[in-house]
């Protein structure tokens, strides 16, 4: 008999999909390497909304946009299938009810960031944030999945009963044969003024990833040792204005041409103030390459193999980036490195889902 597994997609309809699209993305993919005959994973997306093979799922669509759809789906479950055994949210706009009479229904929660760093959310974002929170905490019958380390014990503080509750692993592609040749990489950061070795960061350009500490820190550990190169941020603009002089800015790019900077870079450095999770760190060391990160980043906080780094401290970030550069980088040294998230797959997370979903 089979199970239909319906998940929202309807982050990837937002102007700044984040991490969460990620999650989905890598949700889905896990699902459908498993393999399983008799699951049916549906992704639910707003109106209008076509991803051409994008996703390894079915996709259906609810007769909305996404803003409306988020203020629908607390009041009604549009546009999930009828004969859902699963219904998963995987974010807090839902949604939060439909499918089968005895259907579980589940929700996951990524970080409590509105909380940790509301000068970085606008007033109606954590307006909305706090609210949708407590309206989840009153919804008893709901599953709680959440994505990051020490998120559980934090949300028990806010109310929540613990068997609601059900921690997982986030994963990482491990594809990387797609990566662009070292000889593209060479060619597009020429192209940008960046000569030689290069240290790199990952990730939106916004205020809570602490761009502008790690570019002074940046500065002052390579007029110690050059050999860190230039700073390239690669990723799309988000919220905050932060200044970039000093670095080198390629925008979004392709993903072969990040998991070839990814691997081509000298070190990549993370040091964000706050963070739900963290996949660009763990990318790097999917690839092998040395890591200097914030040591508040849940995804590495525990990983002995990366250099782990005050974010508010510049000296501390300084420091770190010439400790990765005396860490190995020989083939023994690389490979202890991707050992270190090996079991960080998006099947181990699909896995860990359907756990949660018993």
């Known amino acids: 008999m089979k199970r239909t597994i319906t998940i929202s997609i309807e982050q990837l309809s937002r102007p700044q999909p984040g991490g969460i699209a990620t999650y ?9 390497d498993l393999a399983d005959p008799s699951l049916d994973v549906v992704g639910l997306g707003a109106r209008g909304t076509a991803f051409d093979g994008e996703l390894a799922l079915r996709v259906v669509n609810a007769s909305c946009g996404v803003r409306l759809l988020t203020r629908i789906w607390p009041i009604w479950p549009l546009g999930v299938p009828r004969g859902s055994s699963v219904v998963h949210a995987t974010s807090m706009a839902g949604p939060f009810a439909g499918g089968s009479a005895n259907a579980v229904h589940s929700i996951a929660m990524h970080d409590l960031l509105w909380r940790d760093e509301p000068q970085n959310s606008t007033p109606s974002g954590v ?28 949300l028990v503080n806010e109310g929540f009963d613990a ?10 592609d491990v594809d990387v044969d797609g990566a662009a040749s070292t000889t593209s990489i060479h060619e597009l950061l020429a192209a940008h ?9 990952a990730g939106t350009i916004e205020t809570r990833k602490n761009i502008e500490r ?44 990040l ?8 070190v990549f450095a993370y040091v964000p103030l706050a963070e739900g999770w963290g996949l660009p760190p763990v990318e790097a060391l999917n690839v092998g390459t040395r890591v200097v990160a914030s040591a508040t980043t849940p995804s590495v906080a525990a990983n002995e193999r990366v250099v782990r780094v005050d974010p508010l ?5 300084a420091d770190g980036l ?13 490979a202890a490195r991707r050992q270190s998230v090996a079991e960080l797959t998006w099947r181990n997370v699909a896995l860990d889902h359907l756990a949660a979903w018993r």
Request: glycine share 12%.
């Open 24 to 32: 989905v993305r890598g949700l889905a993919a896990g699902l459908h």
């Open 127 to 154: 307006r909305f944030h706090d609210r949708r929170l407590k309206f989840i905490a009153d919804r008893k019958e709901l599953r709680v999945i959440v994505t990051s380390p020490g998120l559980k014990e934090r």
């Open 163 to 172: 068997s609601r509750i059900h921690p997982v692993r986030l994963g990482v």
């Open 193 to 201: 003024g960046v000569h030689g070795p290069f240290t790199l960061y």
């Open 214 to 257: 790690l570019i002074e820190a940046h500065r002052i550990a390579s007029t110690k040792v050059p050999d860190l190169g230039s700073l390239v941020l690669v990723g799309p603009r988000g919220w905050g204005q932060v200044r970039t002089s000093g670095a080198t800015e390629l925008g979004v790019v392709p993903r072969a041409t």
């Open 259 to 266: 998991l070839g900077l990814y691997r081509d870079a000298t």
């Open 313 to 317: 401290d510049v000296e501390s970030v």
């Open 322 to 334: 010439l400790a990765a550069l005396g860490e190995g980088d020989d083939d023994e040294s690389r």
